[in-house]
Structure formats: C-alpha cells, structure tokens
C-alpha cells in the first residue's frame, strides 16, 4: 500500500493570521564611503510603508560629524535617525550608525 501526502486545502474565505505588530524584518546594509549615491537611490524607491526597519553601516571617516541621517532624509519618505544608546527599532524606519561606533542590535 503507498503511502501519500495529505494536503489540506484552505478555504479562499478564510482569514489570515494576522502579523504579530512587534515582529518585522530588520535589513542591514553595508556601505563604502563612496556608496551614498547607492544609498539615496535604494531609499528614494523604498516603500514608506514596507513594514520593515533598515540599518544602515557605512565607512566614514571617524573624525568627522555624521550628514548621513540629514542627506538620507531628503529622498526618503521613513523617518531616518542617527542611533544612540538603547533606540528602539521599529518598523519603516531607517537607522544610520554615528561616526567613530560600534554597533549591535540585541532582542
């Protein structure tokens, strides 16, 4: 006797679970001291709404003030912040690391 696997079908008028609001995906991404072009492209044609968190870790001299956060906000419709100690991630936002840091993200 062949055994086969059982599928089950679900109704197209059954509801989705609905996503739980405190998990969402958070998207690192690298870039060189010359990848502000890269990075103003990408965030100009990101959703506002993507429901994701992005961090943004680029190369910068460390003696010099960060204009990352300022020149990411002009072409980008999320709210872009310079991290500090214990920020809070949340969703359709952008985080840029300060100048001369190391940074993690924890739970």
């Known amino acids: 006797m062949k055994q086969g696997i059982q599928k089950s079908v679900v109704s197209s008028t059954a509801k989705e679970p609905e996503p739980d609001p405190g998990l969402f995906p958070i998207v690192g991404i690298g870039a060189s001291a010359g990848g502000l072009e890269a990075l103003e492209q990408f965030f100009g044609n990101v959703s506002e709404n ?16 960060g204009m990352l956060p300022e020149l990411l906000q ?21 985080y840029v690391i300060p100048p001369n840091k190391t940074m993690s993200i924890s739970k």
Do not use: E, F, I
Request: aromatic residues 2%; charged residues 25%; proline residues 5%.
């Open 74 to 94: 002009r072409v980008s419709k999320m709210k872009v912040l310079q991290v500090k100690d214990r920020t809070l991630v949340r969703p359709n936002c952008v």
């Open 50 to 65: 993507s429901g994701m968190a992005y961090v943004v870790v680029q190369h910068l001299d460390p003696t010099h003030k």
